[in-house]
């Protein structure tokens, strides 16, 4: 059965979704990052949707609680690069991902990420810009 | 209203639900729908597949090119294998679910179409049709 890879990188976890979402797999995410979040101690968890080309009320559920889940577990979660006609079928659908926070993209969301964490360790993670 | 082109498949579980958004998708860029349009549809189908899964155990989805006038769209039906819906007015309602989601599955799609028709006979069954128009 196919997972979604979850990559430990200092003390964010990292998502990407690559393929299409079915309910289990969602569910299977859910599951592994909670209890990834609680073996490894990271304290920002990334999930890169910009490959997805849906999401719909369960995908969308499942990103709110799974920014639930972490946050209770002293972790934050960031979920970046949604598409614009994503976003418009959202809203549309009527969906506002309580709880979830978003950034633009990849980059934009690991600057809130450290941003955020960055009054508790304040060496490791300088943001890096060379555009 | 005239149709072109028909295409049927069986939604039993969840991978149905993807291989159904799947086909909607190419038929929406086949159609020459524009990539929100394609979203908003493919959106619905999920929606509105998966409601068939959880509720009914399945059922059928027949996604058909239609023309009317100079317009064309695509009209896709879904056919619930379950027992239909006792309370349609209150299954339509925002917020309201039978099944631990969301409650925006069918009011949600009626708004990512341009046209929603939903029947219910309990005992029957159910079959909710929606069209997309170019």
Do not use: C
């Amino acid at each position: 059965m196919d997972k979604i890879p979850i990559l430990k990188m200092g003390q964010f976890l990292l998502v990407t979704i690559q393929v299409d979402m079915h309910d289990r797999l969602a569910m299977t995410l859910q599951d592994d990052l909670t209890r990834m979040v609680g073996t490894s101690g990271a304290h920002g968890v990334l999930i890169d949707i910009s490959a997805l080309d849906i999401v719909d009320s369960f995908m969308g559920r499942m990103l709110s609680s799974i920014a639930s889940m972490t946050r209770i577990m002293d972790a934050e979660t960031v979920v970046v690069g949604m598409q614009p006609a994503v976003a418009i079928t959202l809203v549309e659908l009527g969906l506002s991902l309580p709880g979830v926070l978003t950034a633009l993209n990849v980059d934009k969301g690991m600057e809130m990420l450290t941003t955020r964490l960055g009054s508790s360790r304040g060496d490791s993670k300088a943001s890096h810009e060379d555009d | 209203m005239k149709t072109i082109e028909r295409e049927v498949m069986q939604v039993a579980n969840e991978a149905g639900v993807v291989t159904a958004r799947r086909m909607a998708r190419d038929h929406a860029i086949r159609l020459g729908l524009n990539l929100v349009n394609q979203t908003k549809l493919v959106t619905a189908v999920s929606e509105l597949a998966r409601n068939m899964v959880v509720y009914a155990g399945g059922g059928k989805v027949t996604i058909e090119e239609v023309e009317a006038g100079i317009k064309r769209g695509l009209r896709i039906t879904f056919a619930y294998n379950g027992p239909g819906i006792t309370d349609l007015e209150l299954a339509m309602r925002d917020g309201y679910t039978t099944g631990g989601g969301l409650g925006q599955g069918l009011p949600g799609s009626r708004r990512l179409v341009n046209e929603f028709t939903i029947n219910s006979e309990v005992g029957v069954g159910t079959t909710v049709t929606i069209i997309k128009w170019k």
